[in-house]
C-alpha cells in the first residue's frame, strides 16, 4: 500500500492563478480531509470529505474547493491565489486514525 | 472555535534527558492523539488515547488522558537524537466527522 499519495511536492505560484492540490489514497478509508500548516502553528482543518460525493467546510475552507468524486481521490482546487494561501498542505485520510500524506509545499508570490 | 495550548514551544535539551510536554483545553474531547513530524514529512502518531485517566505507553514514550477530558502531557524518557523533531498534541471529539483540533508543536532538539 502507498497510503495517502500527494502531489506535486511543491509548487510556486503567481497572485491569481490557479492549482489544483492531488490527493489519493489506497486504503479504502471513507473519511479524507485537507489541512494547511502555517509556520509555527499546528494543522488548521480546510474542508473534509465523510465519502464520496459528501463534502464539507473546516476552520478555515475560504479561497478552496474541492470534490470527492472517487472513494481514492481528494483534489484540492485554489482558483485565485493569494499571498495568504502560502503555506503546507497536507491530505489524510482515516478509518479510525488518521494516515497523512507528506505535504505539498505552495508559495504565492 | 476550539483551541489546545501546547508548552513548551521548544525544547534543547541533552541525550539521554528525559522529555515532558503538555496540553490544555478549554473544552473537553473524547480522544487525545499525539502526533510527531520529521521536516518535510506529513505527521505521524505515536499514541492514541480513548478513555479519561488512560495511561498508554508505547516504548520509551508515555502519554496521559487527562481525568478532566480537557488535558493531556506525553513523556518521552531516555531521549536520543532521532527524538528530534516537531510533536504536536491533537483533540478529538466524537460525531461522524472526527475532526481534529491540533495544538501548535513542540519543537524538541537534542544535543549529543
Known amino acids: 500500500n502507498a497510503g495517502v499519495t500527494q502531489t506535486p511536492k511543491f509548487r510556486i505560484l503567481k497572485i491569481g492563478q490557479s492549482m489544483t492540490l492531488q490527493c489519493t489514497q489506497d486504503m479504502n478509508h471513507n473519511y479524507m480531509y485537507w489541512y494547511r500548516q502555517d509556520p509555527g502553528m499546528g494543522l488548521k482543518l480546510i474542508y473534509y470529505s465523510v465519502g464520496a460525493g459528501i463534502t464539507d467546510k473546516g476552520e478555515v475552507p475560504n479561497g478552496y474547493n474541492v470534490s470527492r468524486s472517487t472513494t481514492e481521490d481528494f483534489p484540492l482546487r485554489l482558483e485565485l491565489a493569494a499571498p495568504s494561501q502560502t503555506s503546507v498542505y497536507f491530505c489524510?485520510?482515516?478509518?479510525?486514525?488518521?494516515?497523512f500524506g507528506s505535504g505539498t509545499r505552495l508559495t504565492v508570490v | 472555535g476550539q483551541q489546545l495550548n501546547q508548552s513548551p514551544q521548544s525544547m534543547f535539551i541533552q541525550e539521554g534527558e528525559d522529555v515532558s510536554m503538555n496540553c490544555t483545553s478549554s473544552?473537553?474531547?473524547?480522544?487525545w492523539l499525539w502526533y510527531k513530524q520529521d521536516p518535510g514529512e506529513g505527521p505521524v502518531l505515536l499514541i492514541a488515547l480513548y478513555k479519561a485517566g488512560e495511561l498508554t505507553s508505547n516504548g520509551r514514550l508515555t502519554a496521559q488522558f487527562g481525568i478532566t477530558r480537557k488535558d493531556s502531557f506525553l513523556n518521552i524518557s531516555a531521549s536520543i537524537p532521532s527524538d528530534v523533531g516537531i510533536y504536536f498534541c491533537a483533540g478529538q471529539n466524537g460525531g461522524s466527522q472526527g475532526n481534529l483540533i491540533f495544538g501548535k508543536g513542540t519543537k524538541l532538539s537534542v544535543k549529543p
Open positions: 473544552s473537553i474531547f473524547n480522544t
Open positions: 489524510a485520510s482515516r478509518r479510525q486514525d488518521y494516515t
